[in-house]
C-alpha cells in the first residue's frame, strides 16, 4: 500500500518554464511533507519542506503547495534550470522529522524524474 | 552546511562474502542514522533506524542477521551486508538528524553505495 505516491515518473520542461511535480497522499496523520531531490549515485538533498498548517512555502525559485483537504502537494520550480534536472522525491511524516525519531516515521514517494532542455 | 560521509561510494564483491559500509556525520553528531535501500527506478525504503549505543531497529521484512547496524558513537553508524547474495545488489543510503537541514525538517543523506554482488 503506497502512502505516498508520484504517478508521474517523468516530467520535460523547456528551460525557463515552470515545473511542476505533483504528490499525493492517503494518510491523514501525515503532517509534515519536504522534497528531496537527488542525482545519479548521489543521496538526496534537501530541498523544501512545508507543516500542514500552511498551504504554502517558497524558498527563491522553490514553492511548494498543499492542499490538505484534496491530500495533495505540488512543487513548483520557476524559472527551471538546466541544472534542475534529476529525480524529485516528496516525503511524508506525522511528526516533525527530528522529533521523536521521526525519521523512521519519513515515508517516500516513488520519485519523478525532471529533465530540463536547453 | 552539515555532511554525511558515505564509504565506499561503490563496491563489487564476490557472492557470500561480507561487505561494510561506513556512514559518518562530519560537522556535527548523529544520535540517530537511517539506512535506506533503493532499487533501480523505485523509492526509497527505510530497512533500519540506528540509534547511538543501542540496538538498531529493523523495519518489516528486513534480516536483522544479514544486515547488520553498529552505532557505536555520535559520528559513526555502520551497516554490514553479511554473506551477500546477487539479490543484494543495491544502492545504500544512510541519513543522520542533525546539522543545519534539520532545523528546518530535513534530514541530511550520504552520497550512497552502489552494491554489485557477482
Known amino acids: 500500500d503506497q502512502q505516498v505516491k508520484q504517478n508521474s515518473p517523468s516530467l520535460s520542461v523547456q528551460e525557463g518554464r515552470i515545473s511542476i511535480l505533483n504528490c499525493d497522499y492517503t494518510?491523514?496523520?501525515?503532517?509534515?511533507f519536504l522534497w528531496y531531490k537527488k542525482y545519479p549515485a548521489e543521496g538526496p538533498t534537501f530541498l523544501i519542506s512545508i507543516s500542514s498548517i500552511k498551504d504554502k512555502n517558497e524558498d527563491g525559485r522553490f514553492t511548494v503547495f498543499l492542499n490538505k483537504s484534496a491530500k495533495h502537494l505540488s512543487l513548483h520550480i520557476v524559472p527551471s534550470q538546466p541544472g534542475d534536472s534529476a529525480v524529485y522525491f516528496c516525503a511524508a511524516s506525522p511528526y516533525l522529522p527530528g522529533r521523536n525519531n521521526a525519521g523512521n516515521m519519513l515515508t517516500f514517494g516513488g520519485g519523478t524524474r525532471l529533465m530540463v532542455k536547453p | 552546511g552539515a555532511v554525511v560521509s558515505q564509504h565506499p561510494s561503490w563496491v563489487i564483491c564476490k557472492s557470500g562474502t561480507s561487505v561494510k559500509i561506513e556512514c559518518r556525520s562530519l560537522?556535527?553528531?548523529?544520535?540517530?542514522m537511517f539506512w535506506y535501500r533503493q532499487f533501480p527506478k523505485q523509492s526509497l525504503m527505510l530497512m533500519a533506524t540506528?540509534?547511538?549505543?543501542?540496538?538498531?531497529?529493523?523495519e518489516q521484512g528486513v534480516e536483522k542477521d544479514k544486515f547488520l547496524i553498529n552505532h557505536a558513537s555520535l559520528t559513526l553508524s555502520t551497516l554490514t551486508v553479511t554473506s551477500a547474495h546477487p539479490e543484494d545488489s543495491s544502492f545504500y543510503i544512510c541519513?543522520?538528524?542533525?546539522?543545519?537541514?534539520?532545523?528546518?525538517?530535513?534530514?541530511?543523506f550520504g552520497s550512497g553505495t552502489r552494491l554489485t554482488v557477482v
Open positions: 541519513s543522520a538528524s542533525g546539522g543545519a537541514a534539520s532545523l528546518i525538517g530535513g534530514y541530511t
Open positions: 494518510n491523514s496523520m501525515f503532517d509534515y
Open positions: 540506528s540509534n547511538e549505543g543501542s540496538k538498531a531497529t529493523y
Open positions: 560537522d556535527f553528531q548523529a544520535t540517530t
